[in-house]
């Protein structure tokens, strides 16, 4: 009985002697797939894309240098005005006595004041009198051109070429000397301002070309010129970037129209490598990567020096990696230095979602 127990203990000491072999040759036969990634050529300019609106070159304001009630506005909102075009007209009646009685008192002065530079030239008058004729005569001319003047304000004209935005008086109403009668939009030249981060201001040394791109006129391309940055960001904690317009494409501009605006600017004055951030990772406080070996089928350690993130998570490579070069970007962390891997094949551009 007892060699039949140990021959039944026996058996069963080979077969779990085997059962753990094949184990461990299954484990050794597990080779994991990993998604791997070319190394590529960084671009030399990235392209930012932000919204634009169109303004005019100014909006001002109209208003008369004195003041009184208006007689007569000779146009209205929306209407296009030529430069030195009557806008309105003020009551004159009060001008035009002043202009009278200051006529009055020129001729009266001038009267006098010829007589004694006539006597002066005689030699009958002292020089006192001759000094205080003068003197005279000029305040009451200096009096009578105030009066022309005042009285010519009363017209008020366009200062610029442009539509009238706003009017807010209506005739018969006083006014006040500077007071705005209306806005006038200076249709002349075309500004379009974009809100851009303190980044791009920071970097705007490294901006190369600005491009405006009109959505409602068939993606028309127009070229942009930068003509100010605002140095204090606004409540939205973006600054307000001002370009003008180049002159050909004046015509095809409105006043808040919308529009696209793309930035070049230029990232690296070297040609540098990059890969997608996923591919980093940490080993004894270096940064590294798992270079792909298709040869071999393996994955090597590999230290790498980075620069600065360029978009897309994507990442520049200075040292360490050459174009070409295939990396493991999902799963580091569970590979080892040498280890058999086996790419995933790319999912074709026709099999959307990969289901097939």
């Known amino acids: 009985m007892k060699p039949i127990i140990n021959l039944c203990i026996f058996i069963l000491t080979v077969a779990l002697l085997s059962g753990c072999e ?8 597990i080779v994991r797939k990993v998604k791997v990634e070319s190394v590529q050529l960084a671009d030399t300019f990235q392209i930012k894309t932000f919204s634009g609106r169109v303004r005019e070159a100014a909006e001002v304001n109209l208003s008369f ?14 209407d296009y005005l030529h430069a030195g075009q009557l806008v309105a007209q003020m009551d004159t009646r009060d001008y035009e006595v002043q202009l009278q009685v200051a006529q009055a008192q020129y001729e009266q002065v001038k009267a006098e004041a010829e007589r004694v530079i006539e006597l002066h030239r005689r030699q009958s008058v002292s020089s006192s009198d001759y000094e205080k004729a003068v003197a005279g005569l000029r305040m009451v001319e200096s009096q009578l051109n105030h009066a022309r003047n005042q009285l010519n304000d009363t017209r ?14 209506s005739p018969k109403e006083l006014i006040d000397a500077g007071m705005p009668l209306g806005t006038l939009l200076d249709v002349s030249e075309f500004h379009v301002e974009a809100d851009i981060p303190a980044s791009l201001l920071l970097n705007r040394g490294d901006i190369t070309d600005i491009t405006g791109i009109i959505p409602i006129a068939c993606e028309e391309t127009i070229p942009l010129r930068l003509l100010s940055i605002s140095p204090r960001a606004g409540q939205n904690q973006l600054y307000r970037m001002l370009m003008g317009a180049d002159m050909k494409a004046q015509k095809r501009l409105a006043a808040g129209m919308d529009m696209k605006i793309h930035i070049t600017l230029r990232q690296n004055d070297e040609p540098c490598v990059c890969i997608p951030l996923s591919a980093l990772f940490k080993r004894d406080g270096k940064t590294c990567v798992w270079v792909y070996d298709a040869d071999a089928q393996l994955v090597n350690l590999r230290e790498v020096t980075t620069d600065r993130l360029i978009g897309d998570g994507r990442i520049l490579i200075t040292h360490g990696l050459q174009q070409g070069e295939q990396v493991v970007v999902a799963g580091v962390s569970l590979l080892t230095d040498q280890e058999k891997v086996e790419p995933i094949k790319p999912v074709s551009e026709t099999n959307v979602g990969g289901l097939l």
């Open 156 to 169: 008020l004209t366009a200062p610029v070429s442009g539509y009238i935005h706003k009017i807010n008086f």
């Open 65 to 78: 240098r004195v003041a009184g009630p208006i007689a007569n506005i000779a146009v209205k909102e929306g």
């Open 22 to 29: 094949n184990n461990r040759r299954n484990a050794e036969q």
